[in-house]
């Protein structure tokens, strides 16, 4: 079903920062280069998944199909090593012969069940997502890996592979982090009679499974992620009462994948008579698998697995960014499904052998119309994946909140419809502060210069510690300057020199505005700080040229512009201010040459074929300065 509409979708929200402008997937060559992913990004401290897009753009660019058709064979492959996994699983000797028998079936509807569901679109056709899909693969190849190695004759290159594919999820997505914890628990369930002959059977195992933490640690030491943790301001008892609503959603969606929702939002403020529904389902649902962890453990492992798999994300540790994310079921989602099956299985083995089977054929149809349904919802549900602007609007239909009305204006804004983007962004103020910057950022392009300054000073406030405050107070200083006020506009310019001081171009603006003022002799020295910083920028040298000539310091302007046109030898607005400069000072002769070059890049503009007449006559009227002796 993705092969239908799933492989032409365009790149949306986050494949932004993942894919276009991820600098680092750019090249192969050192391999350094793409396993460095940019920080504060959805890649950083991935470094697998940001190679993974590295082939790709080095294969076809920015086409959308080869991330697609990757994404999809990491689905496909995880659904293969599924299948795998519960067969060997129910083929255990403590799974008893009847399991045994019918594992093939089981393992087979579960895990088609699996690979169609709807609710794994996230994962699977929003391709930065690739990090979830690809962290997966690696799981489940960890646990696969690791039964083969307690039941192989020859178990080391499955204990290998174990190790291997340990530290390739550790290098994907954090998430991983549950592996060995999962494996041990297997072993315990299903392989050995207690934990003692567990360790002392597997020791070299689990000692490569925990080693391959250290990848994670490394990875998180080097580039933590600033909006995960109990540092970012939203506390631990919010989170938890949150998650509480999220998962049981989840769980809905699982068995009921109507109305899904690519952006959750932030984390809300909630007491708990808010979440006393779902919290009791949650709670009574991991209390029942700490019962049947004790009582049946085969079926509490599948209880284990959901809400092993899923506590990083969805447990105590707060992500500051995101609440919920549908993404997160991808793992937990796989459990479900064999759960579901076993059940459906457990009904079948009931009555003598033929109505066993009579019953097999019927359950096998039910799971067969159940995969088609599921299909059909996973392909409408990839439509709402072909564009941005159908995403944002489902977002806002289904789970209303400001980053959802952010994203919808954006959208709105880009398709030219910008009073419904207006609005958009007015109402996502009441809980995304950011929309304010967005806000400003509208008002400066329609020249409400005022309201620009209002919503920054607005955003500033709210936020003042966001990274985009810079941005914000440069847009305040140019909505001042425009509207005249250029003191006002000269310190926030002159605030950013502080909180910037390796940027050159709030320098480059604050000596934009003392030109304004006349007063040179400070833009100069503005320009020249920005051009200590960005050194031979022709920019920087073209605006020093203008201060130098504003000031009559001619040759110092030839100076500035004659660097200029050294770095950029086709700038026509460089070449004319050279030309001019050099004319005024009388220097004819050197004159013609920049203007010369100038008619020849603009043979169009007559202005400069009459300034190119006049500088070669009247260096032709110039006497020839007197040789030296």
Not at 112 to 134: A, M
Not at 330 to 358: N, S
């Amino acid at each position: 079903m993705y092969g239908i509409n799933g492989l032409s979708g365009p790149l949306l929200f986050d494949d932004e920062t993942s894919i276009l402008n991820n600098t680092q997937i750019r090249r192969l060559s050192p391999i350094s280069v793409p396993l460095s992913p940019p920080a504060d990004t959805p890649v950083a401290g991935r470094p697998l998944v940001n190679l993974t897009f590295a082939l790709n753009y080095a294969r076809g660019g920015l086409d959308v199909t080869g991330y697609h058709v990757v994404n999809v064979a990491l689905h496909l492959l995880s659904a293969l090593l599924l299948y795998g996994l519960v067969r060997r699983a129910l083929r255990v000797p403590r799974a008893g012969p009847l399991l045994g028998e019918d594992a093939d079936l089981v393992a087979l509807a579960a895990a088609l069940v699996w690979v169609v569901h709807p609710l794994n679109t996230e994962t699977v056709s929003y391709v930065t997502q690739r990090s979830e899909g690809l962290m997966a693969l690696c799981y489940l190849a960890t646990v696969y890996a690791s039964l083969r190695a307690a039941t192989a004759a020859h178990a080391v290159g499955w204990t290998v592979t174990a190790v291997l594919a340990s530290a390739a999820g550790m290098a994907s997505k954090e998430s991983m982090v549950t592996a060995p914890v999962v494996v041990m628990l297997f072993d315990r369930i299903f392989l050995y009679g207690s934990w003692r002959e567990a360790l002392s059977q597997r020791a070299r195992l689990y000692g490569g499974l925990v080693l391959s933490w250290a990848v994670l640690a490394m990875l998180m030491l080097s580039g933590p992620r600033t909006s995960v943790g109990f540092g970012t301001g939203v506390t631990v008892g919010t989170y938890f009462l949150n998650q509480l609503e999220v998962v049981a959603r989840y769980l809905w969606l699982s068995v009921w994948p109507q109305a899904l929702v690519l952006d959750y939002g932030l984390p809300r403020p909630l007491a708990v008579w808010d979440v006393l529904v779902p919290g009791v389902v949650v709670v009574a649902l991991g209390l029942l698998t700490l019962v049947a962890l004790w009582k049946r453990p085969m079926a509490g492992f599948l209880g284990a697995w959901f809400f092993i798999t899923l506590a990083p994300t969805s447990s105590i540790v707060p992500i500051a960014t995101e609440v919920g994310a549908e993404r997160r079921m991808y793992l937990p989602l796989a459990a479900l499904a064999v759960g579901a099956v076993l059940l459906l299985r457990w009904v079948i083995v009931r009555g003598d052998a033929a109505a066993r089977r009579a019953r097999w054929r019927l359950a096998l149809a039910a799971v067969g119309v159940v995969c088609l349904l599921l299909g059909l919802r996973t392909v409408l549900r990839n439509q709402e994946y072909s564009s941005r602007l159908v995403m944002a609007q489902t977002i806002v239909d289904r789970r209303p909140h400001g980053r959802g009305r952010f994203l919808l204006a954006d959208e709105l804004i880009r398709g030219g419809r910008h009073e419904e983007g207006v609005q958009q962004l007015r109402l996502a103020t009441t809980d995304y502060p950011q929309a304010h910057f967005g806000l400003a950022t509208e008002m400066l392009a329609g020249g409400r210069m005022a309201e620009a300054v209002a919503e920054a000073q607005t955003f500033i406030k709210l936020v003042p510690k966001s990274p985009v405050v810079p941005a914000a107070r440069d847009l305040m200083g140019q909505a001042l300057a425009v509207d005249g006020k250029l003191d006002l506009a000269a310190e926030q310019f002159t605030e950013l020199t502080r909180i910037t001081p390796m940027d050159p171009g709030p320098f480059v603006r604050l000596g934009n505005i003392r030109l304004r003022q006349r007063r040179f002799d400070e833009g100069i020295n503005h320009y020249l700080e920005a051009l200590r910083l960005r050194p031979d920028d022709p920019e920087i040298l073209k605006q020093l040229g203008l201060a130098f000539s504003a000031a009559n310091r001619l040759e110092e302007a030839v100076g500035a512009f004659g660097r200029g046109v050294e770095v950029r030898p086709n700038d026509i607005s460089l070449l004319n201010f050279l030309g001019r400069v050099l004319g005024a000072q009388g220097r004819y002769a050197e004159a013609v040459q920049p203007m010369r070059r100038l008619v020849e890049l603009a043979p169009a503009d007559n202005q400069a074929k009459q300034n190119l007449a006049v500088m070669e006559r009247l260096a032709a009227e110039q006497p020839a300065q007197p040789q030296a002796r």
